[in-house]
């Protein structure tokens, strides 16, 4: 008599195909799954830096040295340190200006709401103050 099915040692073999091949291709969806995850780290980091970039564009250092701030779901901190301290600025036709500048370097920081550190950089920023007004006698 022919036996008929599967012998033990043939079900044994296809287990051990198929087990392999799963674990394979759950590390490799692991894999995939951990650098989306680095990919999406890297991109709200370039995001939030370039915000806080932005608006520490708009900010005057000599003004508002330090300072923190919320922007969306970024919390921007800044500390300010004069490169140069501010001095009279010329006006155009050669003669002393209405404003003070120096030159800062701007440290900033960005966190996100749950104070994890996304990104750390410094800019160079003129800080402005107008301490002379217009003579509008000699126009």
């Known amino acids: 008599?022919?036996?008929q099915g599967f012998s033990l040692l043939?079900?044994?073999v296809a287990l051990v195909l198929i087990t392999s091949t799963g674990m394979a291709l759950f590390s490799w969806m692991n894999t995939n799954t951990m650098s989306l995850q680095r990919v999406q780290f890297v991109q709200q980091r370039n995001i939030a830096t370039r915000n806080a970039l932005m608006y520490i564009n708009t900010i005057n250092p000599?003004?508002?040295p330090q300072g923190s701030t919320t922007l969306g779901s970024y919390i921007v901190n800044w500390n300010s340190k004069a490169l140069e301290p501010p001095k009279d600025g010329m006006a155009h036709t050669g003669g002393q200006g209405f404003y003070q500048v120096g030159l800062y370097e701007v440290a900033v920081e960005v966190?996100?709401?749950?104070?994890?550190v996304?990104?750390?950089f410094t800019v160079r920023e003129v800080g402005y103050l107008q301490v002379r007004k217009p003579n509008l006698t000699d126009m």
């Not at 966190?111 to 994890?116: A, G, M, P, S, V």
């Open 62 to 64: 000599l003004q508002n």
């Open 1 to 3: 008599m022919k036996a």
């Open 118 to 120: 996304l990104a750390n």
């Open 10 to 12: 043939e079900v044994i």
């Open 111 to 116: 966190q996100d709401l749950d104070k994890q």
